[in-house]
């Protein structure tokens, strides 16, 4: 059950047994959902073809489908 992180926040922790995910919108480490489309939800396990991202968004353990995007700085 996909659940999306409130508009103009950036979330600080992830519910148990959730892992959370964002869409390949150009994006900075402190991005709130909702600024220039990126967005971000939580849900049980990853959608397909997701990864875990190393882009350091949120400070938190996320994945994507672009592992290997490096954010915009601030």
Not at 10 to 18: F, H, L, M, T
Request: glycine residues 10%; aromatic residues 10%.
């Amino acid at each position: 059950m996909r659940r999306y992180i409130e508009a103009n926040t950036v979330p600080k922790s992830v519910g148990a047994g959730r892992v959370l995910m964002h869409n390949p919108v150009e994006h900075s480490r402190n991005t709130p959902c909702g600024m220039n489309g990126f967005r971000a939800w939580t849900d049980d396990k990853p959608l397909e073809g997701f990864q875990p991202c190393r882009c350091g968004w949120s400070g938190l353990p996320h994945y994507s489908q672009i592992p290997d995007y490096e954010c915009e700085p601030a």
